[in-house]
């Protein structure tokens, strides 16, 4: 303990004497705070200063007149854009707001086209169509003010739905006031009328019920025989046609039974010299390997092979065609198995073929060792042998019978649906002459009907639907209430349509700015740039003149304490500085300093470490982690939106501890939090602590020679 103690006061007592060294120090000190402020000063309140976003807005609206009343919607517009600061909004003719916004004078532009008040006034019409503002944005002037923007043209679309709501819903609900006090002054007539209704609908007779429903019947069984005479021409075309295809198909299946028998004995033959050429694949192998290949075989047999195995598979794609198609026509598809065969054969003979090649090539480039290829080789040939043997087996004695024999069946089928639709045929002259005289029966007793019962259905459904909706109003309420509902106040009924519900926000931990928000990121980030700062102008190594022995874990922690002295006193600043020079809020301000002092105490550890052990590569891990912080912490953006790379390495980054630890301070604190954080960044500082204890020694060892390598280059220290 005494010779670490004794680097460090050395440390210390050199940076007293050495007045360059002090303000090199101190410089190292300050520097960290200077940049954590001036980004949370330049941060404060950005959206609070919205109003230097200048937006173009050209008003070509040649307003209209609705019921006879002149409105001009785009003039209100832009007297309402005029009380608003939210955005610094200019009023300028459309081509200078083009040219604004291209050359980045404006940051978007927002037309009104002089169609606009017309399109809301086609409400009243039977074709409304919507209006339209005409917003252009510069999305390279800026990445986060077309979002700004955009938001203030959704206003004015938001403003004038608002105001458009609330003016329609205010002369529909005076409307209503009107047929309401008209109602009241019409009661007893409305309640005479109803009761008569309701007695009209009682002495409605049966037997217009009936006579309704009978020509209801009639109407319905003429338009059957109507229908049905219709088709009759079409059934007896479909009737000969269907009989000149069923005969016709006979014939095809009958030729095509004796073709099947007669190409049979060919479809064998190909068969076995498909298993022929798989035989003497495996002969081949076997040559190889009992070493009777003669010496011209590589250059002779093998491309032999390849020619006959590309045959084989190409002979094989044919026959596999040609069973698919017969399967495809055979009920029950007899001949999936066999298919399947096929298939595994041919797809055997392509990887004999590709194997041959390959083995070809192998033995032209001079490889001795082969083997694997002729195994593959070998387990081709058998299972293309193995399922040629498996078709040649059943081909003659069950494969041909079956399609035969299905052939034979799908004839007879034919034969049949030949028979009865001959049948068919014949009787169609009586079906036509009994449909017709039906349909003249039909035709008469439906005119009769129709006189009779014209008038009585309509007006009984009429009746019916008068009393049924007088009886559906007086379930829902009363006239009485209905009366009461339409005269209530229009005013104050219209307001509140316009805008039914509102937002009640509960902020939690809230917090007064935007700077203050982001004083935690900051802050962090700032921390671990002044632990970089340090080490890339102070030296982690205590040297040799100091005489203190050089082990390892006594140059290393012996250092660290100095390192980790000005680290502490850079938080200080930092976040004493953020609350008293820039008055960032922080709901706990002593937790504030003190987490702030944890998080720089690790992450000098951390980046103090990676230099003592691995010298100028270290610090540029340090960079590395660095970088990868930044996107990767969320403390910026929220981590689910960035990429999924980043929310990967979210967990593991020391950032998102610190970060997450200094909010607490901030915002309120929920102990289990940031008790979580303490923890994890103890583990960091436990896991370098055992990296800067365990492996500097022997790296250092390691490394020696190219770092004094790199020192002799004089651009390396």
């Known amino acids: 303990m005494l010779p670490i103690l004794r680097i460090y006061t050395a440390d210390l007592s050199r940076i007293a004497r050495n007045w360059a060294a002090a303000v090199i120090v101190l410089g190292l000190v300050c520097l960290p705070s200077l940049y954590a402020w001036f980004n949370i000063e330049a941060s404060w309140d950005p959206y609070g200063q919205t109003g230097g976003l200048v937006v173009a807005v050209t008003n070509l609206d040649q307003g209209a007149a609705i019921s006879g009343k002149p409105v001009r919607i785009g003039d209100e517009i832009v007297e309402s854009l005029k009380n608003n600061p939210a955005i610094g909004w200019v009023f300028v003719n459309e081509g200078k707001a083009m040219r604004g916004v291209q050359h980045g004078d404006y940051y978007a532009s927002i037309v009104i086209p002089d169609d606009f008040s017309a399109k809301i006034g086609t409400i009243v019409t039977d074709n409304p169509q919507k209006a339209e503002l005409v917003y252009t944005v510069n999305e390279k002037v800026n990445a986060v003010s077309p979002k700004i923007t955009g938001k203030g043209a959704s206003g004015i679309i938001q403003q004038v739905n608002h105001q458009f709501i609330k003016t329609a819903n205010g002369t529909i609900f005076r409307i209503m006031n009107e047929i309401g006090i ?115 075989l590589p250059e002779l047999g093998l491309e032999r092979l390849s020619r006959r195995l590309s045959a084989a598979a190409d002979t094989t794609e044919v026959l596999l065609s040609l069973f698919n198609r017969l399967n495809g026509f055979l009920a029950g598809n007899p001949l999936s198995g066999a298919a399947d065969k096929l298939g595994q054969a041919q797809e055997a003979f392509r990887r004999m073929q590709r194997t041959t090649d390959s083995l070809r090539d192998a033995i032209a480039s001079g490889t001795k060792s082969y083997d694997a290829l002729l195994s593959e080789l070998e387990q081709g040939a058998g299972q293309a042998s193995e399922a040629l043997d498996s078709l040649l087996g059943r081909y003659e004695t069950e494969l041909i019978p ?40 039909l035709a008469a007793s439906g005119n009769a009907l129709q006189t009779v019962s014209d008038s009585l259905p309509a ?214 939090i940031a008790i979580r954080d303490l923890c994890l960044l103890g583990v960091y500082a436990a896991l370098f602590l055992i990296i800067g204890i365990t492996l500097k020694d022997w790296i250092n060892r390691v490394s020696a020679g190219v770092v004094r390598k790199a020192k002799e280059s004089r651009l390396i220290h």
Request: glycine share 8%; proline share 4%; net charge negative.
């Open 402 to 441: 079956q399609i035969v024999q299905g052939l034979t069946r799908t004839r007879e089928s034919a034969q049949t649906a030949l028979d009865v639709l001959k049948q068919a045929n014949a009787a169609l002259p009586e079906v036509s002459r009994l449909v017709s005289d039906a349909a003249s029966v």
């Open 459 to 672: 007006a009984a459904a009429k009746i019916h639907g008068l009393a049924d909706r007088i009886r559906a109003l007086e379930r829902e309420g009363n006239l009485n209430d209905l009366i009461g509902l339409l005269r209530k106040d229009a005013d104050k009924t219209s307001e509140f349509f316009a805008e039914p519900a509102v937002l009640h926000e509960n902020r939690l931990f809230p917090i007064p700015n935007y700077g203050s928000a982001m004083s935690p990121f900051f802050t962090t980030l700032s921390l671990w740039v002044g632990a970089l700062l340090l080490v890339s102008l102070l030296s982690v190594d205590a040297g040799s003149e100091s005489g203190v022995p050089q082990e390892g874990y006594v140059v290393y922690f012996g250092r660290f304490l100095t390192f980790w002295t000005l680290a502490v006193l850079q938080s200080l600043l930092v976040t004493i500085g953020d609350l008293v020079f820039l008055g960032t809020y922080a709901a706990n301000p002593v937790w504030f300093v003190l987490f702030g002092a944890v998080t720089s105490s690790v992450f000098m550890l951390i980046v103090y470490t990676l230099v003592s052990v691995f010298g100028n590569v270290g610090k540029a891990m340090a960079i590395v982690l660095l970088v990868l912080q930044l996107a990767g912490s969320g403390g910026t953006f929220p981590v689910q939106v960035t990429p999924a790379f980043f929310q990967a390495i979210h967990p593991f980054l020391p950032f998102t501890y610190a970060i997450s630890l200094m909010r607490e301070a901030v915002g309120g604190l929920l102990w289990d």
């Open 182 to 296: 008209e109602l009241e002054s019409s009661r007893p007539t409305i309640e005479t009328v109803r009761d008569t209704l309701f007695k009209l609908e009682a002495m409605i007779p049966e037997n217009e019920k009936a006579a309704a429903a009978m020509t209801r019947d009639v109407r319905k069984a003429e338009e059957i025989a109507a229908g049905v005479q219709s088709r009759l021409p079409v059934i007896a075309q479909l009737a000969q046609d269907g009989a000149l295809l069923a005969d016709r198909l006979s014939a095809v299946l009958e030729r095509g039974s004796e073709a099947i028998q007669a190409a049979g004995p060919d479809v064998g033959n190909d068969l076995q010299l498909l298993k022929t050429t798989a035989d003497s694949a495996k002969l081949l192998v076997q040559s190889f390997r009992d070493g009777t290949a003669s010496a011209a």
